[in-house]
């Protein structure tokens, strides 16, 4: 199992972050697309590191075309020498529609053919011939000489797919090169919902059963101190509700019997009162969704969870600053990363 940190969307601190990281002797670092550009933040780390693997976790794929994103994830790989990991998903309809002012509709089969399309156009870039693609959702049947970057040494980048519902899990069987879990998804769900759905798809397309990467993202409070602990459970207690809360997920909860409590919280949403909503998340809830403890008790509850199950773990937010002094990896975190990647045999590159 490789060992990787979320770093946060800022791209003015993206590129110390990477940078740390890699000499903690982190795997990987993912940018997650929030409230800023995650390729603008990655292409900044790419110039200050030379090892760390760096993905995006994920880019809305459907705020753009399969041709913008096909060129940023071609340019993201040369850029990076290599290293670089094409994470994308849908997001629900709500930000699509109303926030990105673009199309929705059948999320699964739009977002089958969009990673089929952007094979489609690497395939053009790298050997040549008439791109000519005519889906449901997307047509690219137009380019020329111009318009086609040079061959590249390293090929195209890996196309990771974030996923939860049983469609959009057998998609990523059947066309992606990984599954991005989101971190709501328990141990559980992934073990006896998810891979059941990916084999589905792995299946339907003649692929073998490690043909898709699986990458987890899991919530977790790892503190040494009651106040590290208590910062930290706050935190996650919030963010937690907060996806709870969102429909797209509701089978999460209800694989674990807590319908109810998306209920609760989504009414919540409605009612405008955010501040509310983590008192929702119970102790049950939290130590079944996060992995709680030590950094080294954290350690071996993630190795027991997805041990079996995942090819990279990603840490979140490894990163702390204070007002007078320089970043750091924060020492519990750290503790958890060395911890991790002694478990695992070493960090892989």
Not at 237 to 263: D, F, M, Q, V
Not at 275 to 280: C, I, N, Y
Request: aromatic letters at 6%; one cysteine or more; charged letters at 20%.
């Amino acid at each position: 199992m490789r060992i990787d940190a979320q770093i946060g969307s800022d791209p003015t601190r993206a590129a110390q972050r990477a940078e740390l990281l890699e000499a903690a002797g982190c795997d990987g670092a993912w940018i997650s697309e929030r409230i800023h550009d995650p390729f603008l933040g990655l292409a900044l780390a790419a110039a200050r590191t030379g090892r760390l693997t760096l993905g995006t976790s994920i880019a809305v794929a459907f705020a753009r075309n399969p041709m913008t994103t096909a060129q940023l994830g071609w340019d993201m790989q040369l850029i990076s020498g290599g290293r670089f990991n094409l994470g994308v998903a849908s997001l629900i309809k709500a930000h699509i529609t109303r926030r990105f002012s673009m199309p929705w509709s059948e999320p699964a089969a739009r977002m089958r053919e969009y990673v089929e399309a952007m094979h489609a156009i690497w395939d053009v870039w790298e050997s040549g011939g008439r791109l000519n693609f005519r889906g449901d959702f997307y047509q690219h049947t137009f380019t020329n000489p111009m318009f086609i970057p040079p061959p590249s040494p390293y090929g195209r980048p890996a196309v990771h797919l974030g996923a939860v519902g049983p469609r959009m899990t057998q998609t990523a069987g059947e066309v992606a090169d990984g599954l991005l879990c989101h971190p709501l998804t328990t141990a559980s769900y992934l073990n006896e919902v998810m891979l059941t759905n990916l084999r589905t798809g792995l299946d339907s397309a003649g692929r073998p059963s490690g043909a898709v990467q699986i990458t987890v993202f899991p919530f977790l409070i790892a503190a040494e101190t009651s106040e590290s602990f208590d910062v930290q459970a706050r935190e996650t207690r919030r963010r937690i509700a907060n996806g709870a809360s969102t429909p797209a997920y509701r089978a999460i909860l209800e694989h674990h019997g807590w319908g109810e409590a998306h209920n609760e919280l989504l009414s919540l949403t409605k009612q405008g009162r955010w501040q509310d909503m983590p008192a929702v998340i119970d102790d049950e809830m939290l130590r079944t969704i996060a992995a709680v403890g030590t950094p080294a008790e954290v350690a071996c509850t993630l190795l027991a969870r997805y041990g079996d199950l995942a090819d990279r773990l990603i840490i979140t937010a490894p990163i702390t600053a204070s007002d007078d002094g320089p970043a750091v990896v924060h020492p519990d975190l750290q503790k958890l990363m060395d911890t991790l990647r002694r478990a695992a045999g070493g960090a892989a590159g």
